[in-house]
C-alpha cells in the first residue's frame, strides 16, 4: 500500500520538517560556528547551501511545500554584509512580496520565515532554530498545502 | 457621423497612408464585425485592408502581445493600435527591452471604455488619452475623476476575509483551472521563449491540473508579472474557467504601489521594484 | 419487445428519473448551473439542481471519460532502495446515465471511442464509457457559435446518444417531454422508468429542429485540405492565434494527451494530463528540433487533423459543430469562418 505524505504525519513520532536556504557565506557559516560550538539545535531542519539569499527563487519555497515540507527558512547576511553586495537586498523584496501573495492565496505565512544570520552568530541560529521548530511543532503537519488529489466536487 | 465611424475612418486613413508610404510594412488593428462579442484583431499589409479598421467598445484585447511575436516581426516594421491601458504595457516591453522604439509606429485610440458594462480597469482608468504615441485618433473622452479609488477593489475584498477563508476561495477557485495557458499567452508581458512550465529537468511546476500543480501555476504567473503587470485585464477576460485572475495581480500591483510607490508601465524609462531595492526596505517579518 | 421506439414522459419524469436511478445505486451526472451563467455536467442526486436554460455545458462530455488529469499507477522508493510500482486500479464506476448532454457532445463520443479503441484499446477509458448510458437533450435554440449542420450534425441529432429527448412545451426537459431510444442502453433506461414514460400516442412526431444554417461542405474543405498544405492561406489565417490551449480543452473531440511523472518527498504518480497541438511544445524534440516550428503551422495542424487525417483514417470528422472554440477563442477567431473561407477557396 502506497501511503500519502499525511500517513507518517499521524504517528506519535511525527516531527516537522523544515527546508532551510541558507547563504553560503553568513547564515551557512554560522550554522556551521554553532556547530563548532557544540551548540545542539533540533534535527528537523534540512539545510540547503546557496551562493546567496539573494539566489532563492520563490520557485524553491513553493517546490518545498509540495515536497512536503512544513516550513521553509530562508536566511542569509545582514543588510549591508552580502558578499556579493546587494543579493540580500534583493532577495528581501522579492520574499517579502512572495510572502504577501502566498498568504494572498491562503497559504499561512507562518510556514515561511525569514532570518538574518551572520558568520559569527553561532548562538543566534541554534536559538533560531530552536523556536521555529517549537512553532512549527504546534503549528503542526502542513495539512492545508494543497494535495495532488482532485477534490470530490471538481471531478 | 458617429464617433465610432469617425473613428474608423481617422484610423483607416491613417494606416491607408502610412502603409502605401512605406512607413510600415503591417498594421496590428481591430475589426469590429457586426454579432461579435469581440472585435478580432487584423493584420493590414495594404492600404485597400486598412478600410476594415475600427474601434468599438468591443475592442478588449491588448495588441501588444502580437509585437514580440515571430511571425509579426518577419513582416517588417509594424504600426499597432493600442488603447491608453495597452500603451502601459508597450512601455513595459520597451523598458524590458523585449522591442524598440524604432521599430514601432503606435497608433493611441482615445477609448470611453470596452464592455457592455464597463470592464472593471475601464471605471478606474486614468489613461484614457494615449500617451507617447505616433499618432492619435478619436474624439476626446472624459476621464473618470477619482480614478483612484477603488482600483485595487478585487484584491482589497480578498484581504478583508480571513486567510482560511481566502484558502477556500482559491482553492476553488483554481480548481476550475484546466491549464490552457490562455492567460498566459494572451498577456503581452509574458514573452519567455521557454516558459518554466515548459521545463521539465527538472519540472519545476507540475502541469497536472490538480490542486498542487494549479497552486504552483498559478502562484508563478503571477510572481513574474509582480511589477510587471500593468492590469491590462486580459488574462481574466481570457480564462474560459471564469477564473478571477485579476485579483491576484491587483494584490501584486497594490503591493508594487504601497510599498515602493510604483505602478507599473507609466513610463519607458522607469525601473522595476525587483530591478533594485532600497537599503530602507523594512526589515519586518524577519527574523 | 415493443417496436415503439417514441415514449412521452409525464410531468415529473425528471425528477422521478433522478430518484429512481439514484435508489439504483447509480450515478446522475446532469447540467447544473454553477456559477452565474456557467453550466457544466455535475453530479446531481435531485432533478431540482439540473439547470432548465442553458446552449451548452462549459467544459465538454468527454472529461467524464477522459478526465482532464488521471492517475495510470504509483511509485515509491522502498527503504532498501527498490522501486515498488502500483498501477493503479482500474475505475469501477457505478452504472452512469449523463442526463442531459447536447447532441454534439454525444455525437463526439462517437469520435472519442474511434481513438481509445483503435491500435490500442484504452481499458481505463473503457471501464467508464461501458458503463454510460448518454441522454441527449435536444437544441432549441443554438447559440450564434453553434454549427453542427455544418459537419453532419443537427440540433436533433441521435447519433451517439443512447435516449434523445425533445421538449414538446419549448423548453428543454420541464413539462411535456418526447424521448426517443436509440440504442438497447436506452431502452433498459425507458424501462427502469417505469409508468412515467408511456408509449407515446399514435401519430406524435418530435418537433423539427431549429433552422441552423450550413455554412460550408466538408466534402469541399477536405477536398481543399488534400492539396492545401503549403498554401499561404495558413500563415495568413494563424496570425492572430495566440497559441493558448482553450479552443482543444474545450473541445468534445479533441483527445492528444500527455504522460507525466510527478513525485513528492520518495513517493509519485504516473498522470496522464489533456494536452494539445496549439502548445509549442507539443512537438518539441528532445534534440531542439520541433517539426511545427510556428504557430501557423500548428493551427495547420489542428484544423488537417479534425478535417482531414481523422476522415481519412476513421471515415468521419473529428469536429461536431458545438463552437466552444470560438466562443472560448481569446483572439475572437472562428474555426467556423475558416472552414467557410477553406470552402470558398475550393469553389473558387
Known amino acids: 500500500m502506497i501511503q500519502t505524505k499525511h500517513d507518517q504525519d499521524d504517528t506519535a513520532q511525527w516531527q516537522p520538517r523544515i527546508v532551510a536556504f541558507l547563504c553560503n557565506w553568513c547564515s551557512y557559516a554560522g550554522a556551521d560556528l554553532a556547530g563548532m560550538s557544540r551548540l545542539s539545535y533540533p534535527a528537523s531542519i534540512k539545510i540547503i547551501r546557496l551562493p546567496c539569499s539573494g539566489k532563492v527563487d520563490p520557485m524553491f519555497v513553493l517546490k518545498s511545500f509540495e515536497r512536503g515540507a512544513d516550513m521553509v527558512l530562508v536566511s542569509g547576511c545582514h543588510p549591508g554584509d552580502c558578499h556579493y553586495t546587494s543579493g540580500n537586498y534583493h532577495a528581501r523584496r522579492k520574499l517579502k512580496a512572495f510572502r504577501e501573495l502566498m498568504s494572498f492565496l491562503g497559504v499561512d505565512p507562518r510556514r515561511f520565515k525569514f532570518s538574518w544570520v551572520s558568520a559569527a552568530e553561532g548562538a543566534k541560529w541554534s536559538k533560531l532554530v530552536e523556536e521555529i521548530t517549537a512553532e512549527a511543532r504546534e503549528l503542526g503537519p502542513f495539512r492545508t498545502f494543497p494535495e495532488a488529489a482532485k477534490t470530490e466536487a471538481s471531478q | ?287 | 419487445m415493443p417496436t415503439n421506439k417514441l415514449y412521452e414522459g409525464v410531468s415529473d419524469w425528471l425528477q422521478s428519473a433522478v430518484e429512481t436511478l439514484s435508489a439504483a445505486g447509480m450515478t446522475v451526472i446532469a447540467p447544473t448551473q454553477g456559477e452565474p451563467g456557467v453550466v457544466n455536467l455535475t453530479r446531481v442526486t435531485s432533478a431540482e439542481a439540473i439547470a432548465e436554460r442553458y446552449d451548452n455545458t462549459l467544459l465538454p462530455l468527454k472529461g467524464q471519460f477522459f478526465p482532464i488529469t488521471e492517475t495510470l499507477l504509483e511509485f515509491e522508493r522502498c527503504e532498501d532502495g527498490d522501486v515498488e510500482i502500483q498501477t493503479e486500479p482500474l475505475p469501477a464506476p457505478d452504472e452512469v446515465i449523463v442526463l442531459g448532454c447536447r447532441p454534439c457532445d454525444a455525437a463526439a463520443m462517437g469520435t472519442m471511442d474511434k481513438v481509445f479503441q483503435w491500435d490500442y484499446d484504452d481499458v481505463r477509458y473503457r471501464a467508464r464509457r461501458d458503463r454510460a448510458t448518454l441522454v441527449a437533450f435536444a437544441c432549441t435554440t443554438p447559440s450564434p457559435e453553434c454549427f453542427c449542420t455544418s459537419v453532419g450534425g443537427s440540433p436533433h441529432g441521435d447519433e451517439g446518444s443512447d435516449v434523445l429527448v425533445f421538449g414538446l412545451g419549448g423548453d428543454d426537459s420541464g413539462g411535456r417531454v418526447l424521448l426517443k431510444v436509440n440504442t438497447d442502453k436506452g431502452r433498459q433506461f425507458i424501462d427502469r422508468l417505469g409508468d412515467r414514460v408511456r408509449p407515446a400516442s399514435e401519430g406524435v412526431q418530435p418537433p423539427s429542429p431549429p433552422e441552423l444554417a450550413r455554412r460550408f461542405d466538408t466534402d469541399a474543405v477536405k477536398a481543399w485540405l488534400d492539396e492545401g498544405f503549403d498554401s499561404d492561406f495558413w500563415q495568413q489565417m494563424a496570425l492572430s492565434c495566440l497559441g493558448c490551449g482553450a479552443c482543444s480543452f474545450l473541445c468534445p473531440t479533441c483527445h492528444c494527451f500527455d504522460i507525466v511523472d510527478e513525485a513528492t518527498w520518495n513517493r509519485g504518480q504516473r498522470r496522464r494530463n489533456w494536452d494539445c497541438c496549439s502548445f509549442s511544445l507539443f512537438t518539441l524534440h528532445a534534440s531542439g528540433h520541433n517539426p511545427r516550428p510556428e504557430q501557423f503551422s500548428r493551427c495547420r495542424q489542428r484544423i488537417m487533423h479534425k478535417f482531414k487525417y481523422f476522415p481519412e483514417r476513421f471515415g468521419r470528422i473529428a469536429c461536431v459543430g458545438c463552437g466552444r472554440c470560438i466562443r472560448a477563442c481569446a483572439a475572437g477567431r472562428s474555426l467556423a469562418e475558416v472552414l467557410t473561407e477553406v470552402d470558398a477557396r475550393q469553389k473558387g
Not at chain 2, 91 to 97: A, G, Q, S, W
Not at chain 2, 241 to 251: D, E
Open chain 2, 1 to 287: 457621423m458617429s464617433p465610432e465611424a469617425s473613428t474608423a475612418q481617422s484610423l483607416a486613413q491613417t494606416a491607408a497612408e502610412m502603409l502605401s508610404q512605406g512607413q510600415v510594412a503591417l498594421v496590428i488593428g481591430y475589426a469590429p464585425t457586426e454579432g461579435k462579442r469581440l472585435s478580432p484583431p487584423v493584420f493590414v499589409t495594404t492600404p485597400e485592408e486598412a478600410q476594415r479598421l475600427g474601434f468599438d467598445s468591443r475592442c478588449f484585447g491588448n495588441l501588444s502581445v502580437y509585437l514580440w511575436s515571430p511571425q509579426v516581426r518577419q513582416m517588417g516594421k509594424t504600426a499597432v493600435v493600442v488603447k491608453g491601458c495597452d500603451v502601459r504595457a508597450v512601455n513595459v516591453l520597451l523598458r524590458e527591452n523585449v522591442i524598440k522604439r524604432e521599430d514601432i509606429v503606435l497608433i493611441g485610440v482615445r477609448c470611453g471604455g470596452v464592455g457592455d458594462l464597463p470592464a472593471h480597469k475601464c471605471t478606474v482608468c486614468d489613461c484614457r488619452d494615449p500617451q507617447g504615441c505616433d499618432v492619435v485618433v478619436g474624439d476626446a473622452v472624459d476621464q473618470p475623476d477619482g480614478a483612484a479609488e477603488g482600483r485595487y477593489s478585487a484584491a482589497e475584498a480578498l484581504e478583508e476575509k480571513s486567510l482560511d477563508e481566502r484558502r477556500e476561495f482559491w482553492q476553488r477557485q483554481l480548481d476550475k483551472c484546466i491549464r490552457c495557458y490562455a492567460c498566459r499567452q494572451v498577456c503581452p508581458l509574458c514573452y519567455c521563449k521557454r516558459c518554466i512550465v515548459e521545463k521539465s529537468t527538472p519540472q519545476w511546476v507540475e502541469t497536472s491540473a490538480h490542486p498542487r500543480g494549479n497552486l504552483s501555476w498559478n502562484v508563478v504567473r503571477a510572481f513574474h508579472l509582480a511589477g510587471r503587470c500593468v492590469g491590462c485585464g486580459e488574462c481574466e477576460r481570457v480564462c474560459p474557467m471564469n477564473i478571477p485572475l485579476g485579483a491576484i495581480n491587483q494584490k501584486m500591483a497594490k503591493l508594487m504601489e504601497d510599498e515602493y510607490d510604483f505602478r507599473s508601465g507609466m513610463s519607458p524609462e522607469e525601473k522595476a521594484p525587483f530591478t533594485t531595492f532600497s537599503t530602507d526596505d523594512t526589515d519586518e517579518g524577519i527574523l
